[in-house]
């Protein structure tokens, strides 16, 4: 076991992207081992966040399926 506790992973913040506002960068409190977003204030341990981004991506991929409401015209 080598693993760098110290090696902190970098997010956007998953609630800015989803909205699609500009993608920021969370910052990370080491205190309560927490990322927040200074944008909008969504704050969330590493498991949260992955786990935003985990529904995130199944939520694109069900509408990437669905056809182009125009292709139906
Ligand atoms: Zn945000």
Known sequence: ??????SIKKFV????????IDVIQMHYDEEDDEYYCPRCAYAGN??????FFKVLRE????????PHPFAKL
Do not use: G, N
């Not at 076991?1 to 110290?6: A, H, Q």
């Not at 913040?13 to 699609?20: G, L, W």
């Open 59 to 66: 939520e694109r991929y069900k509408q990437m399926r669905e």
């Open 1 to 6: 076991m080598s693993e760098d506790r110290k």
């Open 46 to 51: 590493r498991e949260q966040v992955e786990y």
């Open 13 to 20: 913040c998953p609630s800015c992207f989803a909205r699609e």
